[in-house]
C-alpha cells in the first residue's frame, strides 16, 4: 500500500503516512462499502418492482371486473 499523497510505502493498516502525514483511506473500506451501497440499491430497486407488479396486477383485477359487470349490465 503506498500514499496517495507522496507516493511513500505505508505500512499495513497505516491511518496517515509516515512521511507527509496524509491520511490515508484503507481501500479494503471502501470495498467494503461499496457492496452495501448496491445491495441497499439493488433492494430498492427490487422492491419497487415488486410494487409496481402488484400495482399492475391490482389494475389489472379492476378491469376485469369493470369489464365482469359491463357484460352482466
Ligand atoms: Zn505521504
Known amino acids: 500500500m503506498k500514499c496517495p499523497e507522496c507516493g511513500a510505502n505505508l505500512r499495513r493498516g497505516a491511518k496517515f503516512c509516515d512521511q507527509c502525514g496524509a491520511k490515508v483511506i ?14 441497499a440499491l ?19 383485477t379492476i378491469k376485469e371486473e369493470e369489464e365482469k359487470k359491463e ?3
Open 26 to 39: 484503507e481501500p479494503e473500506k471502501v470495498l467494503d462499502f461499496s457492496p452495501l451501497v448496491m445491495k
Open 42 to 60: 439493488g433492494g430498492i430497486g427490487a422492491g419497487l418492482k415488486i410494487l409496481g407488479g402488484i400495482f399492475q396486477e391490482y389494475a389489472r
Open 71 to 73: 357484460k352482466d349490465a
